[in-house]
């Protein structure tokens, strides 16, 4: 369902995707996050395949009536601070949501899938 903001002009409609794709954006945006962990496998698998780009890949958005949840699954560097990459990275995309879109995200919720290790170079 997407979300609709009603404005004096005319009315909004804005796609779950595409608050999936801008707050996946946000997120890869900040230090220490090194990927999304997929929550759609097969829709992932077939972007992969036709070699597109998945921005939204690890996001999931809930529409309720004015309410809107931002769900994260994340892949978080070894040796960073989890707790300081996930409020970083909350913070970013409320934020970004806010001033690009002009939606208010009521939640964001971080879950970490996992931690890797960066290869020597």
Do not use: W
């Amino acid at each position: 369902m997407p979300k609709t903001i009603h404005t004096e002009y005319g009315t909004i409609s804005i796609a779950e995707d595409v608050i999936a794709t801008v707050a996946g954006l946000a997120a890869m945006d900040c230090y220490g996050l090194v990927g999304m962990a997929s929550r759609k496998q097969v829709k992932d698998s077939l972007s992969e395949l036709l070699g597109r780009d998945n921005p939204g890949r690890g996001v999931e958005v809930r529409i309720s009536g004015e309410d809107v949840q931002v769900d994260l699954y994340i892949v978080v560097s070894y040796g960073v601070n989890i707790y300081e990459v996930a409020q970083n990275v909350r913070d970013k995309v409320r934020y970004v949501l806010n001033e690009s879109i002009g939606i208010a995200v009521d939640r964001v919720n971080i879950f970490v899938q996992g931690v890797r290790v960066a290869a020597e170079r």
